[in-house]
């Protein structure tokens, strides 16, 4: 079967579902093609789940521009629709105040509500177990649960009159007489705008348009759970200083939507695109890194817990937060690809889809 539409979205993560949700406000026929049996499957349901404020990234870079914008529209759009969510505010945690300052001051310029440096006696009013001189209190960060999040940008997404076909791979691209078609094992699509939001799969998908500039990495990253008879150790976000590398936020805890209490992630590049779970680290990894800030945290309190694959861009210099990829396929114009979507990709989500559609003239 031949179907005709206006936009194929390639990929139902939480960036793909947000962009639905938004062009379907504008266009009729808007259809996403998800190679898994439900929405949500890969990166999007297994992060850390949390609304991150925008204090990381570097000053003028996509990533700090849709988590500060981001972040902003996704509490108003919990609040309007009722997905689960919480402005807890998070520590940022260090032995001395000068690298939260200089942390400070980039959130500051992202434009970053609240920040402050406090002491250790204004952290133990809010964490009582935490163990440190200083930290980096950013009142704006929160958590939220990204499984509703999907599902009610869908069902916002199938109120405009989207079309959600799961378990549909995209599996090839042929051009003939200048029409591009999209093979899947069941349908074949003719669009008028193509979005690339494949994850850890959106440079092969941007290879079948024949446009081969990045490679995405698999990194996975591993969390381990306190027992529920522990939770209470920390009330909330506590994170380390990000990884001097810049490959990582540093192994944090995470208290979630439901209070289950988190230890990770860590940061690992591993070989294939599937691989959740081969070689695990043992608990030994989150006890360690874990009671470097909460000292009364014990071996026994601890259980494995799931894992995630990040979709990482290998930057020029490998040595910093690479920047989301949003950008025109130069062959074919009306083909957009997302490239390198991961953290803060969740927080972004809402602010990515606004810039796809403002790409897309009527
Ligand atoms: C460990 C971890 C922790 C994170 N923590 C946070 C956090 O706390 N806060 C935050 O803001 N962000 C976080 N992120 C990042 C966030 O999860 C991602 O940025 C976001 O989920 C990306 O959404 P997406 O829709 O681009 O990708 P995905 O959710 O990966 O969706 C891509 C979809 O494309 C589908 N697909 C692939 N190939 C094809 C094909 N050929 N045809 C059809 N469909 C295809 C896949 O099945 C998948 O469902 C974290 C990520 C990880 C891995």
């Known amino acids: 079967m031949n179907e005709t539409a206006n936009v194929v979205i390639i990929g139902g993560g939480v960036i793909g579902t947000?962009?639905?949700?938004?062009?379907?406000?504008?266009?009729?026929?808007?259809?996403?093609?998800?190679?898994?049996?439900?929405l949500g499957l890969g990166q999007s349901t297994r992060n850390s789940g949390v609304i991150h404020a925008g204090i990381y990234y570097d000053i003028g870079s996509r990533k700090a521009f849709h988590c500060?914008?981001?972040?902003?529209?996704?509490?108003?759009?919990?609040?309007?629709?009722?997905?689960?969510?919480?402005?807890?505010?998070?520590?940022?945690?260090?032995?001395?105040?000068?690298?939260?300052?200089?942390?400070?001051?980039?959130?500051?310029?992202?434009?970053?509500?609240g920040?402050?440096?406090?002491?250790?006696?204004?952290?133990?009013?809010?964490?009582?177990?935490?163990?440190?001189?200083?930290?980096?209190?950013?009142?704006?960060?929160?958590?939220?649960?990204?499984?509703?999040?999907?599902?009610?940008?869908?069902?916002?997404?199938?109120?405009?009159?989207?079309?959600?076909?799961?378990?549909?791979?995209?599996?090839?691209?042929?051009?003939?007489?200048?029409?591009?078609?999209?093979?899947?094992?069941?349908?074949s699509f003719t669009a008028r705008v193509v979005i690339n939001s494949a994850g850890?799969?959106?440079?092969?998908?941007?290879?079948?348009?024949g446009y081969n500039a990045y490679t995405v990495y698999p990194v996975r990253g591993e969390y381990a759970e306190v027992v529920p008879s522990r939770r209470n150790l920390v009330n909330g976000l506590v994170y380390p200083m990000p990884l001097k590398s810049g490959h990582g936020l540093g192994v944090h805890f995470t208290r979630t939507t439901s209070g289950a209490l988190l230890i990770g992630p860590n940061s690992r590049?591993?070989?294939?695109?599937?691989?959740?779970?081969?070689?695990?680290?043992?608990?030994?990894?989150?006890?360690?890194?874990?009671?470097?800030?909460?000292?009364?945290?014990?071996?026994?309190?601890l259980r494995l817990s799931y894992s995630g694959l990040r979709a990482r861009l290998r930057?020029?210099?490998?040595?910093?937060?690479?920047?989301?990829?949003i950008e025109r396929d130069p062959q074919n114009p009306d083909v957009i690809h997302l490239i390198g979507m991961e953290s803060p990709g969740l927080t972004s989500c809402l602010s990515i889809a606004e810039s796809v559609s403002e790409m897309i003239p009527a």
């Open 18 to 38: 947000a962009i639905a949700a938004r062009l379907s406000r504008r266009f009729d026929d808007v259809f996403v093609l998800e190679a898994r049996a439900r």
């Open 315 to 325: 930057s020029a210099s490998d040595s910093s937060f690479a920047d989301f990829v």
């Open 269 to 301: 590049h591993v070989a294939s695109k599937e691989d959740y779970e081969s070689d695990r680290l043992g608990l030994e990894f989150f006890f360690e890194s874990g009671r470097e800030i909460v000292p009364l945290l014990r071996l026994e309190d």
């Open 200 to 209: 850890l799969y959106s440079d092969e998908v941007a290879g079948m348009f």
């Open 115 to 187: 920040l402050a440096v406090i002491d250790g006696v204004q952290i133990s009013e809010l964490e009582p177990n935490v163990a440190c001189s200083f930290a980096l209190s950013s009142p704006e960060t929160g958590i939220i649960e990204a499984e509703a999040l999907v599902k009610k940008l869908e069902q916002v997404a199938v109120a405009n009159g989207a079309h959600f076909l799961t378990g549909t791979p995209l599996l090839a691209v042929e051009h003939t007489n200048a029409v591009t078609t999209l093979r899947t094992p069941r349908e």
């Open 68 to 113: 500060v914008r981001g972040r902003r529209m996704l509490y108003e759009f919990c609040r309007n629709h009722e997905v689960p969510h919480k402005k807890t505010g998070k520590l940022i945690v260090a032995d001395s105040p000068e690298p939260l300052e200089a942390l400070k001051k980039r959130g500051d310029e992202n434009g970053v509500e």
